[in-house]
């Protein structure tokens, strides 16, 4: 049975963020919570059929072992959110996907075909039906289709993609590894603390599967490299593709994340996204 602190769960960036509770107080709910036992927050209901709430979102792709904070105040959501957190906490992470030239769709929005399952880890309501939520991602999964479900909000009916991994102690996983720390750590920003410690753990104590979702949620790539990403459950597949983008030297982060840390350090975690 194991364990992780909360700085193994990196979150997601603050763009558009409103209504956002104390630094302090959040940093003291994320550890508290994140100390839970992995096995309890990524196990699935026993009565698990595949059907999902879906939370389409634009710019976003979250991945498993990362942690997403969201601001919800769309009162389709705030429904959504009763519904999850009085049942299973699971909500499915989607990313809606550009349209084709310029006219409206006639339907729904569309959605890229890999999601993200996730749980609520924590849930706050800041001031009437406004709500914040820890989110953690949990499986990858391909959206077969969507269902009428009678509701506000949508939902869908999802198959989850297994890990395909070498054993941990082969040597290729290994070098892999270690090839893939040694290159996230020379992106990351001179005096970011908290990327720094989260590597020093990450290479102590984590397997090559998680490492690779993390630093590819992590890192600022396009949203098609990251659903590229979220696709491909081959891990070993993952990690080449991350440790070829960190060599070219084609990461930079932007002034923006950059400034994520002050004197007084960084931010953790982040301030909540909005929808």
């Known amino acids: ?30 550890r508290e919570t994140a100390m839970q036992n992995l096995d309890d927050v990524t196990k699935l209901p026993e009565d ?30 705030v429904q959504m959110l009763k519904e999850s957190v009085s049942s299973d906490r699971l909500i499915a992470m989607a990313t809606l996907t550009p349209l084709k030239g310029t006219q409206w769709p006639t339907t729904l929005p569309p959605i890229a075909s890999t999601v993200c399952l996730g749980r609520i880890l924590t849930h706050t309501e800041v001031e009437s039906n406004r709500h914040n939520i820890l989110l953690v991602g949990i499986r990858r999964a391909k959206l077969v289709a969507e269902i009428d479900a009678g509701k506000p909000f949508r939902v869908g009916q999802i198959d989850l993609i297994d890990d395909f991994e070498l054993p941990g102690s082969t040597a290729e996983s290994q070098h892999l590894k270690q090839e893939l720390l040694d290159a996230f750590g020379s992106v990351m920003p001179v005096g970011k603390s908290m990327q720094q410690n989260l590597h020093q753990l990450m290479s102590d104590q984590m397997s090559l599967g998680p490492i690779t979702d993390i630093v590819a949620y992590t890192l600022p790539f396009s949203i098609e490299d990251k659903l590229q990403l979220l696709r491909e459950s081959d891990v070993g597949s993952r990690a080449r593709f991350l440790v070829d983008r960190l060599k070219s030297g084609s990461i930079k982060f932007n002034a923006a994340q950059e400034e994520n840390e002050t004197k007084d350090g960084p931010m953790f975690p982040p301030p909540f996204s909005s929808n």
């Open 48 to 77: 698990f059929d595949g059907q999902v709430r879906l939370f389409p979102l634009p710019n976003l792709v979250v991945f498993p072992h990362a942690m997403q904070p969201l601001h919800l105040f769309e009162p389709r959501y």
């Open 1 to 30: 049975m194991s364990c992780f602190p909360a700085s193994f769960l990196v979150c997601g960036d603050s763009r558009g963020s409103h209504n956002v509770v104390p630094v302090k107080e959040k940093e003291i709910r994320v």
